[in-house]
């Protein structure tokens, strides 16, 4: 069975602070891994990763994905009270359309 | 920016009573997925949906669910008799086979 492991499960920083989530994942037949942000409505996407390796950016935003140890970080620098939210992780796979989704983690910026 | 809009945004129901839940993806997308997260829980799989007919499902989407696009712009979600462990936020998404867009969500309550 697939599986798709976050942490920390919670996280409280200062604004200003750098922070790094972890996303560990099993998949059969691995495609890609993509990132979520969860605020008080719908998932906004944020990233998708592949096997290239190749790190993703936007902004304060960065992640990557490490194939051989099959995980993938997402980085948010100089954190804001924006930035609070429930991060997703999700892996896709070729054998089909769905994403399995790890539990989140919740992210608190104070100011 | 386009995206995906679901309705209602909350709905309240009687165990036993059928319920419809609307969304309208984003115009060009292809693909249509369902998911749920019931409260505390990690979001979770229902169904996809291309080509007018469904392409995956999972254990939890049986007999009682059902999905339908009746037009060239709806997807709906159809709950037959609903019970109280169907209580849950219930995501439509659109997209391509690799990226979802997750909608708002409807929340469904079963008393």
């Known amino acids: 069975e697939d599986k798709v492991v976050q942490s920390p499960l919670s996280l409280v920083v200062h604004e200003g602070d750098t922070v790094t989530l972890n996303c560990s994942y099993e998949?059969?037949?691995?495609?890609?891994l993509l990132w979520y942000k969860q605020e008080k409505k719908a998932p906004t996407f944020l990233f998708m990763l592949?096997?290239?390796?190749i790190e993703k950016k936007s902004g304060r935003l960065s992640s990557i994905l490490d194939k051989k140890e099959l995980f993938s970080i997402l980085n948010i620098t100089a954190t804001q009270t924006g930035d609070s939210a429930i991060y997703l992780c999700?892996?896709?796979?070729?054998?089909?359309?769905?994403?399995?989704f790890g539990k989140g983690t919740s992210l608190l910026v104070t100011p | 920016e386009p995206e995906v809009t679901q309705t209602p945004s909350h709905q309240v129901t009687q165990m036993g009573q059928e319920v419809i839940l609307r969304c309208v993806p984003i115009?060009?997308?292809?693909?249509f997925y369902w998911y749920r997260q019931i409260l505390g829980q990690k979001v979770e799989f229902l169904v996809s949906?291309?080509?007018?007919?469904?392409?995956?499902k999972s254990e939890i989407f049986d007999d009682q669910f059902s999905v339908e696009r009746p037009d060239g712009s709806n997807f709906t979600l159809k709950i037959r008799s609903t019970k109280l462990e169907d209580s849950a936020m219930y995501f439509c998404?659109?997209?391509?086979?690799?990226?979802?867009?997750f909608g708002a969500g409807t929340r469904l309550s079963v008393l």
């Open positions: 998404a659109s997209g391509s086979i690799n990226i979802q867009y």
């Open positions: 998949v059969t037949n691995f495609r890609s």
């Open positions: 592949t096997s290239s390796g």
């Open positions: 999700a892996s896709n796979s070729n054998s089909g359309y769905a994403l399995n």
């Open positions: 115009s060009n997308h292809l693909y």
């Open positions: 949906f291309y080509n007018n007919e469904i392409s995956e």
